[in-house]
């Protein structure tokens, strides 16, 4: 069973960086049958994709974040990152960590989400 747990969010002003990182386990590296990705949801508006990792260890951005989100992982902690800079207030969001099955946005399993409140 994948659990993830996330942390760091927080408060920030526009300009800002923050990073988000997300403990796991039940899906160890190299063995697991899922990639990893970050999500997120706005007040008002459904979950979406931010970014995530392919099976090859490439990497996907949704276009709102290009340039300025960097997903990231390390194995040996199995820790999933995303490192955000220039924040924006529609960056505002619940930032949610998840298993996805490899090659899609498809999520089997979500960490609990961590809040991001840019100002």
């Known amino acids: 069973h994948v659990q993830l747990v996330e942390s760091g969010g927080g408060s920030v002003q526009a300009g800002g960086s923050l990073r988000l990182s997300c403990a796991t386990s039940g899906n160890p590296y190299p063995y697991s049958p899922y990639c990893m990705a970050w999500f997120r949801q706005a007040p008002g508006k459904e979950r979406a994709g931010v970014a995530r990792l392919t099976s090859d260890g490439t990497t996907r951005y949704a276009d709102p974040v290009k340039g300025r989100f960097t997903i990231s992982k390390d194995n040996a902690k199995n820790t999933l990152y995303l490192t955000m800079s220039s924040l924006k207030p529609e960056d505002t969001a619940v930032y949610y960590c998840?298993?996805?099955?490899?090659?899609?946005?498809?999520?089997?399993?979500w960490g609990q989400g961590t809040q991001v409140t840019v100002s």
């Open positions: 998840a298993a996805v099955v490899c090659g899609t946005w498809y999520a089997r399993y």
